[in-house]
């Protein structure tokens, strides 16, 4: 069993940086992909980003590239968002999800993620 809590969310204006972090139990937790997720009021979860649990893979999503960038702490079992250059189409509930058995690659797809934690709420005015 993984439990992953995610932290640093806010409220911040349009052009500034938020971290995001994602901490978990479980010792296997840096074996396993890792993706962020976000969800904006009324609409259906997004990917944002994912990392493989290797660390060498990652995928991020069109809307994000050149501005988010993902990243491991093994040292603190921890999984790392850093956002720049925030928009208001940024803002929404970011969720930190788990893939066990996926040490090679960095899922996509909500469905191929086992674990999940309760979110962090980004706000970013314009």
């Known amino acids: 069993q993984v439990l992953l809590v995610e932290s640093g969310g806010g409220l911040v204006q349009a052009g500034d940086s938020l971290r995001l972090s994602c901490a978990a139990s479980?010792?296997?937790?840096?074996?396993?992909?890792t993706g962020w997720f976000r969800q904006a009021p009324g609409k259906e979860r997004e990917f944002v980003v994912a990392i493989s649990g290797s660390g060498i893979t990652k995928n991020y999503a069109d809307s994000v590239k050149e501005r988010f960038t993902i990243s491991r702490d093994r040292a603190k079992n921890t999984v790392l968002l850093q956002m720049n250059s925030l928009k208001p189409e940024d803002t929404a509930v970011y969720y930190c999800?788990?893939?066990?058995?996926?040490?090679?690659?960095?899922?996509?797809?909500?469905?191929?993620?086992?674990?999940w934690g309760q979110g962090t709420q980004v706000t970013v005015s314009s």
């Open positions: 479980g010792r296997t937790f840096m074996n396993y992909a």
């Open positions: 999800a788990a893939a066990a058995q996926r040490y090679n690659t960095a899922p996509q797809s909500l469905d191929q993620y086992d674990y």
